[in-house]
């Protein structure tokens, strides 16, 4: 079987050897790069992927430098940035990053790393995330909704999932159609509820806080959910990350 590689970003240091198995089904590169809000989760996080690769049997490695974007990608099976705060890549890495997307690459794009900083600074990558964040409400607990039940990142969940997060607010300026595989019910918190001198205001009923499309020639998962340390180690968590993983790095999976 021929092996490909799955790249996860997150943020901040050196490429560490890959946990290899003889039996990998492909390699997962984990970019780790910290920003201002998201650096404690980075530790945790780390482990549990690493458990995950050894149950899974996938390749993991795992980097905080974003300089691995300006390598060849094209062994990788799916590029994950995970919190990235993608306004600090440089324009050689986002060139590559393009390069490989625009090439037939897939992408998870998981919590802070679906910002791009300022809004319409990088057209392409919001194109490619499918909405634009503008702003979100301070971290509350609500209810999240499965959307479709037949999407990976969905197994295991239930219908009503009760989970505190930073539920963003998103706008379509660029028209991309994406398939939402979650939502958030906003009668189950306050979407208004912001910081003094910031607005947020409702979606209403089609609020997606999780979706998947197929952008270019390849594919493209986002979650919008993963502010907290603690949400690494959720079990119920990490089931909608790993659905996540095993859709973009293989294709496979979806039930109609």
């Known amino acids: 079987m021929q092996r490909r590689t799955f790249l996860l970003t997150t943020g901040a240091s050196l490429l560490t050897p890959a946990l290899s198995r003889a039996d990998s089904q492909y390699r997962l590169l984990v970019l780790a790069m910290p920003s201002k809000y998201h650096y404690e989760y980075i530790p945790v996080a780390r482990d ?16 905080h430098a974003a300089s691995s974007l300006e390598q060849d990608l094209s062994a990788y099976a799916a590029v994950v940035l995970l919190n990235t705060p993608v306004e600090d890549l440089n324009p050689a890495q986002r060139a590559g990053f393009e390069a490989y997307m625009t090439g037939g690459g897939n992408a998870m794009i998981v919590h802070r790393a679906a910002i791009a900083l300022p809004v319409e600074s990088w057209p392409w990558y919001e194109k490619l995330v499918g909405r634009t964040v503008g ?3 301070m971290l509350q607990t609500g209810v999240v909704t499965v959307v479709d039940k037949g999407f990976p990142a969905t197994f295991g969940l239930p219908e009503r999932w009760i989970w505190s997060d930073e539920f963003y607010t998103t706008t379509n300026p660029f028209q991309v159609p994406i398939h939402p595989v979650l939502n958030v019910d906003e009668s189950s918190y306050d979407p208004r509820k912001i910081w003094p001198g910031q607005v ?3 979606m209403g009923k089609d609020h997606p806080i999780a979706w998947y499309h197929r952008p270019h020639k390849g594919r493209v998962f986002v979650t919008t959910l993963g502010h907290t340390v603690e949400m690494y180690r ?22 109609s």
């Open 48 to 63: 549990s992927f690493e458990r995950l690769s050894k149950l899974y049997a996938f390749e993991l490695n795992w980097t």
């Open 135 to 137: 702003v979100h409400p």
């Open 200 to 202: 947020s205001e409702p």
């Open 234 to 255: 959720d079990p119920t968590y990490l089931t909608h990350l790993l659905g996540g993983i095993y859709w973009t790095a293989t294709g496979l999976g979806q039930v």
